[in-house]
């Protein structure tokens, strides 16, 4: 695969994200409803890519991420997985440069991430589930949806030139 | 590629993703001792990046927030610094109202000073103990060092008193361990402050710096022995009849938070014990007595012998007509208006 420089550009659009997520995150976003700029991050790639490439991206990242919080591991890769290959099979309706769009495509799919980590884990039952999905979850979306907008308006010009992989 | 082909992808997409799913539903299914050392396997190769600069970033932040619980511990100390004085002056204070407090045993009110409005404005003082505490006008108001005034008005449960530092404010004062009588008085103007006069001192006795004064318990207001102030030096001298004193003040107004308001039926007695001014107030003569001859250490220069001269209360002996001086005796205390 050649690199081409509207490619890198995404890349550096993507590390930056990664480092936003470990470095910003833990030391000016400590709530738990700080946003989570992983799967900004996945997101943004697996619309610019097939739904193959998104899954196996979703999938890594997910395994990266339970191995920080091994209690549910799995759970992760597997929710990523199905949300990578959702978002690269969805592309075509989401339009990129639509702001609205983006930050509704980014709150789905951030919800059906915690959705499905809980529905995998199997860690929440009864009033924690419904809270979680109906309370935290959406906390969690909507400040994820919040970040990708404005990294969207900061990253424009280098996403927009990014071409599907 | 076409529109239906990028939507539902290709074969190789479907195969990786159901490879993914596949292999992230054996990932859950792992029994806790497998999954365990891979995670951990993870974390020490490919997320050691990651957990390093993650760990960086929230020591960063535990740094800050320390810095700031310091910074807030350090202003909270430096309050409570700041008022650490007033509040050991105020315990002083206190604690020498205890030991007067036992001293004395019966006969007073305590208060608290409510508004004390400062240094030229302190000529009456609001407390904080009123009729239903037994307080009653003309009680004398001491704190540990010595007088402060006389209560001027009661309410149920507040009162006023009248400073020492009020124009009107005169007490019959008595040398401690002599028999010098004169008027106490506020000396306010020019040289004022709260400082006071000590007037209607007769010409032959010469009272030297730093010689306490007391109440002499004549005018029936004051019990004797409370202290007022002592001698800073001379003030006046009028030629051959009487001089003039400036005291320092036992007891500023502006300084006193928390005092004692005697009883009326402490009027007569001598508190001279509770005091510490015994000398004074109980081997003194009151007036129409015999003077006792007065210590050499007091004098500044020796008086001719004399016979023994009957006192005025409130005076010290006879003065010219229309020399401003010490007013009659029972006079301690506020004049009457007019009175000048």
Redesign the interface.
């Known amino acids: 695969m050649k690199l081409t420089g509207s490619r890198l550009k995404l890349y550096g659009v993507l590390l930056l994200l990664?480092?936003a997520h470990?470095?910003?995150?833990?030391?000016?976003m400590?709530s738990r409803y700080a946003p989570d700029f992983m799967l900004i991050a996945l997101l943004f790639f697996a619309i610019r890519s097939?739904?193959?490439?998104g899954?196996?991206a979703?999938?890594l990242v997910?395994?990266?991420t339970?191995?920080?919080a091994?209690s549910g591991?799995?759970?992760g890769?597997?929710a990523l997985?199905?949300v990578g290959?959702l978002a690269?099979?969805?592309?075509?309706l989401v339009f990129p440069d639509n702001l609205l769009v983006n930050a509704v495509f980014v709150f789905a799919a951030s919800w059906l991430r915690d959705a499905l980590m809980v529905a995998?884990?199997g860690a929440l039952r009864g009033g924690d589930l419904g809270g979680r999905l109906l309370v935290v979850s959406p906390l969690d979306a909507l400040s994820t949806a919040a970040a990708a907008v404005v990294a969207l308006v900061i990253f424009r010009p280098w996403l927009r030139a990014a071409p599907?992989l | 590629m076409a529109i239906g082909a990028e939507r539902y992808g290709s074969r190789a997409d479907t195969a990786a993703f159901v490879v993914c799913v596949v292999l992230a539903l054996v990932a859950l299914a792992l029994p806790a001792a497998v999954r365990t050392p891979v995670a951990s396997a993870l974390r020490r190769t490919v997320l050691l990046p990651a957990v390093a600069v993650e760990a960086e970033a929230a020591s960063a932040r535990e740094q800050r927030q320390s810095l700031t619980t310091l910074r807030e511990q350090r202003d909270s100390l430096a309050l409570a610094a700041a008022r650490l004085p007033a509040l050991e002056e105020e315990n002083a204070e206190l604690r020498a109202l205890l030991r007067l407090r036992g001293r004395l045993q019966v006969g007073f009110a305590t208060a608290e000073v409510l508004h004390q409005t400062g240094l030229a404005d302190g000529l009456t003082l609001l407390l904080s103990a009123g009729r239903d505490a037994g307080v009653a006008p003309l009680a004398a108001v001491v704190a540990p060092s010595g007088l402060v005034g006389m209560i001027i008005a009661v309410d149920p449960h507040t009162s006023v008193a009248m400073a020492w530092t009020h124009p009107d404010f005169r007490v019959s004062a008595t040398v401690v361990g002599d028999g010098v009588y004169g008027i106490v008085a506020a000396r306010r103007g020019s040289a004022g402050g709260e400082v006071m006069e000590l007037t209607g001192v007769p010409y032959r006795d010469a009272l030297a710096p730093g010689t306490p004064v007391v109440t002499s318990g004549l005018g029936g207001v004051f019990p004797r022995g409370i202290p007022i102030g002592s001698v800073v030096g001379l003030l006046s001298e009028a030629a051959g009849w009487e001089r003039t004193y400036l005291l320092r003040a036992a007891a500023p107004p502006a300084a006193v938070s928390h005092v004692l308001i005697l009883s009326r039926s402490l009027a007569g007695d001598s508190l001279g014990a509770a005091f510490d001014t015994a000398t004074a107030a109980d081997t003194t003569q009151p007036p129409g007595g015999v003077v006792p001859a007065a210590p050499a250490a007091r004098r500044a220069r020796p008086r001719p012998a004399r016979p023994p001269v009957p006192v005025s209360p409130g005076t010290s002996g006879p003065r010219p007509a229309g020399t401003p001086g010490p007013r009659p005796a029972g006079t301690s205390g506020p004049r009457p208006a007019g009175q000048p």
């Open positions: 990664v480092l470990v470095a910003l995150r833990p030391r000016y400590p097939r739904p193959g490439a899954a196996v979703g999938f997910g395994l990266l339970d191995a920080v091994p591991f799995g759970a890769a597997f997985t199905i290959f690269g099979w969805l592309k075509a995998a884990s599907a």
